[in-house]
């Protein structure tokens, strides 16, 4: 962990993660009122809330579109992102984690871990992002800590360490036990705030036995705490805080705190805890960045406002005040009207505005220093994933990772006279969001709209209906179908020879072509001998590459497979890169037709949750859809079904699930890769 005497110490930059109606949004809303930040304590069931400030998220109800706001606790800067918590916005999720430091995850005490809430999480396990958990809803029906607990370490793998024992049960929670300071923290029925005091006499001895399994769990994994542990028998208060900030930094083990949001109980320990265990931008090790952007000279930049500036732009929304550009600045500091430089175009522009962010309201600012999240205004060409710097000192930052959207439909105006405002209008989607993608079909000439799910599609035409005032009609949506090698071809040989007058073209290739077991494309040269040069190898890569976005089954994208160049020959004159790519091209499209290929499908694992009279109606309908269930459990009359699924079987299931169950029936999804497409399904689908 490093140290620091930067004001970055003192600034916290956290996401909230969680399922689906797990309680974020009224979190981040009670944090706010805790700092002082807001006044009056808003709902999502009202539509107030300060972060889902959208007209579709207060209507729907969930949040879509992950917000920034800014507040102060305990003399600390803390910048917070409130990320959806439904399937088909994971792409704000990933863009949100890898700008931001720690994270609090949160869990329904009563649901304990929820296929979304394990979905976010491996996206933070990949980030290397530090997490506490906070168990909500402590005050509803069946909420148990235990039972939440457990699965958190049998779901997602982690070690939980709760530092907490709630007072009452159900209706009756009423407060937490601190089990580091040993004291009661009640909140009586309309306060504001808690009132400490000793921990009540029935609960002593189950306190005690609490702190002392929280010494034991800290000390089998801290080797400081253990020495302590071994030659006194306990860990006094420092040591144990000591050793859980460094136990949640290490990602070793994840501190767990409970209480109710929608009370407003628990709130001011979690913000204590944000600012105790999570780490501030010092204690992150320095940011690492190309020069000369993919395959140059590594550099790393620490968190120092005195520093080259550099940051990475990670959210771009377009508002009636102008364009907004969301960074979150890694090193040195950025002013109004400074010239930034745009590290992978060249492009250098100036800064206008400088925007602290409370969801849809803004503080201007004169500066922004390292470790802070803001907006700027001004920027014209920078994306979700640009890096901005020093004009002086360039530096290329990795960019978050776009997930393949998995659904698409055909778009066209009512009107033809709204035809350019609706090709507008979705450019200006996809540059907000970059899991949606635009595309022209080459067969039907159609516009097609692809994303991460039904909803992300049906909220993108919502907003350009609402926002532009367009007309849009929607096509059925059609899943994104993939082609992968089976059975491979060796020694293919390939001869590009072209020659119109001038110079010509010569390039000779001979590919090996092999399945591999998960989804990609894998490329590497065996050729001894100088025969193939590298530049010429890494064109025939290049041009490979080409050749995947059309299979021979269908036309769909090819992945899963392996390609060696194993041998070639070149022309003194002739051979170029431009040839060697147009060879490798061709070579593996004639390498793709010869070999055996499959059509793969994507396939989500649903969690359907039913009363019991329901579940024969749900398993025959799940059948119907070629779905394969894994598990099955009932609880006080309810059951839950998980199965796999293919996704282009889920279209239109909320609506049938209503019905078959009058409306009792609630599922989630969570996707879990490709699958083949059985012969009998496949061969209606390529007849099409």
């Not at 503080?363 to 979700?384: F, H, N, P, S, Y």
Request: aromatic share 4%; hydrophobic share 40%.
């Amino acid at each position: 962990m490093r140290t620091s005497t930067s004001p970055t110490t003192t600034v916290r930059n956290l996401g909230i993660l969680a399922h689906v109606d797990a309680g974020k949004t009224t979190i981040t809303e009670r944090i706010l009122f805790a700092t002082g930040a807001i006044h009056k304590r808003g709902e999502v069931h009202n539509g107030t809330t300060v972060t889902d400030f959208d007209a579709q998220e207060r209507d729907r109800g969930i949040t879509i579109f992950a917000a920034a706001v800014s507040c102060t606790w305990g003399g600390h800067r803390v910048n917070l992102i409130d990320t959806p918590g439904h399937v088909d916005f994971s792409d704000e999720v990933e863009r949100s984690l890898r700008v931001l430091d720690g994270a609090v995850a949160v869990f329904d005490a009563v649901a304990g871990v929820e296929p979304q809430s394990e979905s976010v999480w491996r996206q933070a396990d990949r980030h290397g992002v530090p997490r506490i958990a906070f168990v909500n809803k402590l005050d509803r029906a069946g909420a148990d800590l235990d039972t939440a607990v457990a699965s958190i370490r049998e779901r997602l793998g982690a070690v939980p360490l709760v530092v907490q024992l709630p007072i009452g049960r159900e209706d009756g929670f009423a407060g937490v036990v601190d089990l580091l300071g040993m004291r009661a923290l009640l909140w009586h029925a309309g306060a504001d705030t808690y009132e400490a005091g000793p921990v009540p006499e029935s609960l002593r001895e189950e306190a005690d036995r609490r702190r002392r399994l929280l010494e034991e769990a800290v000390a089998e994994l801290h080797p400081d705490a253990l020495e302590e542990f071994c030659a006194t028998s306990t860990l006094t208060g420092p040591t144990l805080a000591r050793a859980l900030r460094e136990l949640t930094l290490r990602g070793d083990g994840v501190v767990v705190l409970c209480g109710s949001a929608y009370r407003n109980r628990g709130i001011e320990p979690l913000l204590d805890a944000v600012l105790a265990y999570l780490p501030s931008p010092a204690d992150m090790p320095p940011v690492r960045g190309t020069v000369d952007g993919a395959g140059g000279a590594e550099q790393e930049r620490a968190a120092d406002p005195a520093g080259p500036f550099a940051a990475l732009a990670f959210k771009v929304t377009a508002t009636a005040t102008g364009r907004l550009t969301y960074l979150r600045v890694y090193s040195g500091t950025l002013r109004k009207g400074a010239s930034v430089l745009d590290a992978v175009t060249g492009r250098t522009e100036r800064v206008g505005r400088i925007l602290r962010v409370q969801a849809d309201r803004h503080e201007e600012r004169e500066e922004a220093v390292a470790g802070d999240i803001v907006a700027v205004v001004g920027l014209k060409a920078a994306r979700a994933g640009t890096t901005l710097c020093a004009p002086g000192a360039p530096l290329v930052l990795e960019p978050p990772s776009v997930a393949e959207p998995v659904v698409s439909v055909a778009v066209e105006a009512r009107r033809s006279t709204d035809t350019g405002r609706l090709s507008a209008a979705l450019a200006r989607l996809a540059e907000e969001d970059p899991s949606l993608v635009v595309r022209s079909d080459p067969e039907t000439g159609q516009t097609v709209l692809s994303g991460m799910g039904e909803l992300h599609l049906e909220v993108a035409v919502e907003k350009i209906r609402s926002g532009q005032g367009v007309e849009v009609v929607v096509g059925r949506p059609q899943v994104s179908y993939r082609e992968t090698v089976v059975r491979g071809v060796t020694g293919l040989v390939y001869r590009h020879v072209k020659q119109d007058g001038g110079a010509g073209q010569f390039a000779h290739v001979v590919l090996d072509v092999e399945p591999l077991e998960e989804a990609g494309f894998e490329f590497r040269s065996t050729v001894v001998g100088g025969r193939v040069p590298q530049e010429y190898a890494r064109a025939v890569e290049a041009g490979c590459r080409d050749a995947l976005a059309e299979g021979p089954l269908g036309g769909h994208p090819v992945t899963g497979l392996r390609v060696a160049l194993v041998d070639g020959a070149t022309h003194s004159k002739d051979s170029s890169e431009m040839a060697f790519r147009a060879a490798g091209r061709f070579a593996l499209r004639e390498a793709l037709r010869a070999s055996t290929l499959e059509l793969l499908e994507p396939v989500v694992e649903v969690t359907v949750t039913v009363p019991d009279d329901g579940v024969g109606a749900v398993l025959g309908d799940l059948a119907a859809r070629r779905g394969r269930v894994s598990g099955s459990t009932t609880e006080s009359g309810t059951a839950v079904i998980t199965a796999t699924v293919p996704l282009a079987e889920l279209f239109g299931y909320a609506s049938r699930l209503r019905g078959r169950t009058q409306g009792r029936g609630t599922f989630t999804t969570r996707p879990t890769g490709l699958a083949p497409v059985p012969s009998s399904v496949a061969g209606v689908l390529l007849a099409r």
